[in-house]
């Protein structure tokens, strides 16, 4: 079977998980900076992996996702291995504010694999604007979120990213180990939590004790080893002067961004954003 016939056969899947600062608004204006072919595929901020269903049916190689969030994590794992398991105990969820709350007290650790994946699924479709944040002890403390009776369980969309995820290698993995895996040749897309544009914007840990600075310097050391290597990238960021200092000599394109989160009303909109690759 050829390249293209097999990956024609791929579904179509979309994200199950929201995600703040997730990519699927932005798919149309990424989708001619994308290489224009892709053998191996590397997705090392995974969040709601929008880019990688996007690009599934293009993947000609082994997708390989991976992000320091455990839970998010086992929730991959456990929808692509056993996704009717997770659709049962979805089932068992209901959008209320009582349950939310008892089910977000709940330890992660004693609940079964479809049981947690489900969880992290609820959790996310019915909390305030799908954050993830933890706080100092690593405990899951977003709010219940207000909406018009949401989606808890598309059954349907969880089965189509199951099969779009059956090419994929999923670990708990930190962006500091891509050296290691990547390839010449290999796409690389990196979504890391943003540069803030000010002091008060950080405001969504992405785990506990944050992307610093110096994570993003240790990540921009970690793109031009890549890019050494003969590994292509393309990276999405704030447009700010540190993000340009640090990724300066590559191709550094301009988009514009939804802002859907923020403490008023008065700073929401469009604003900069950019992406980085070292290829064009």
Not at 23 to 45: C, N, T
Not at 136 to 160: E, W
Not at 202 to 215: C, I, K, L, V
Not at 238 to 251: A, E, H, N, Q, V
């Amino acid at each position: 079977m050829t390249n293209t016939a097999r990956t024609s056969q791929r579904p179509a899947a979309r994200p199950f998980l929201k995600w703040a600062g997730g990519k699927g608004r932005l798919l149309a204006q990424y989708a001619p900076l994308f290489p224009r072919e892709i053998g191996d595929y590397h997705e090392p901020f995974l969040g709601s992996g929008a880019v990688f269903f996007r690009l599934c049916q293009r993947i000609e190689g082994r997708a390989y996702l991976s992000d320091r969030i455990d839970d998010l994590v086992r929730t991959f794992e456990m929808v692509r291995a056993d996704v009717e398991s997770v659709i049962r105990h979805l089932g068992r969820h209901v959008y209320e504010s009582d349950h939310y709350y008892r089910v977000r007290a709940q330890n992660p650790a004693c609940l079964s694999p479809p049981g947690l994946a489900a969880r992290f699924i609820f959790l996310n479709r019915t909390g305030f604007n799908g954050l993830y944040r933890v706080n100092k002890s690593g405990r899951f403390n977003v709010p219940f979120g207000r909406y018009t009776n949401p989606k808890i369980c598309d059954a349907n969309g969880l089965r189509l990213a199951s099969a779009a995820l059956a090419l994929a290698q999923i670990e708990r993995r930190g962006f500091q180990e891509l050296p290691g895996w990547a390839e010449a040749g290999d796409f690389v897309y990196l979504d890391p939590p943003y540069q803030p544009l000010s002091k008060t914007s950080n405001f969504t840990a992405y785990t506990a004790g944050g992307f610093d600075e110096d994570a993003q310097r240790s990540l921009a050391g970690v793109c031009h080893a890549l890019d050494g290597a003969g590994v292509r990238f393309m990276l999405s960021n704030s447009d700010t002067p540190l993000i340009r200092k640090l990724y300066k000599g590559f191709d550094i394109k301009r988009v514009l961004a939804a802002r859907a989160i923020n403490s008023s009303a008065a700073g929401r909109g469009k604003i900069s954003e950019l992406v980085v690759r070292n290829y064009t």
